[in-house]
């Protein structure tokens, strides 16, 4: 006769169900609660160790980015195109003709930095927060039209 074992089976919805509610309301001794404690600190999900880890790939993409907006900001001077504003933390890319939030959703961040910094089309321009969202209402580029 075989051996029965529970590999590869799995409970049902509803045992799963009837497991948790077992579970509701249980008190463990100050010695469990160690053991436990214990437990997780050596096997922390955080990190390396997480089930969700993507190998670090978000630092190194943002790293990129920030690289190359250094970039594209050098390539364009600096300076908003209409006032000559120069904090970079408010400086835009723009569309001269308007489209960059679908162009921007379609191909994502770091493609569309390297298509703007490979633009030899006069395509993009640089400007400060006020002045794009000025042209924006004045293009009626805004979701909703003109106010």
């Known amino acids: 006769m075989a051996e029965f074992t529970f ?32 437990f997780q600190k050596s096997h922390k999900r955080t990190g390396e160790n997480s089930p969700n880890w993507k190998g670090g790939w978000e630092k190194v993409r943002k790293e990129k980015y920030y690289g190359l907006r250094q970039q594209i900001l050098n390539k364009f001077g600096n300076r908003c195109n209409k006032c000559g504003f120069s904090d970079k933390r408010a400086l835009q890319i723009d569309h001269v003709n308007g489209g960059g939030g679908k162009e921007i959703h379609h191909i994502g961040s770091l493609n569309y930095a390297i298509k703007v910094l490979n633009d030899t089309n006069g395509e993009y321009q640089l400007l400060c927060s006020n002045c794009n969202w000025i042209k ?5 580029e805004m979701k909703g039209g003109k106010q």
């Open 136 to 140: 924006r209402y004045e293009n009626n």
């Open 7 to 38: 590999k590869d089976k799995h409970h049902t919805d509803e045992t799963k169900r009837r497991i948790s509610e077992s579970h509701k309301g249980m008190k463990y001794s100050e010695g469990t609660k160690r053991k436990i404690s214990i």
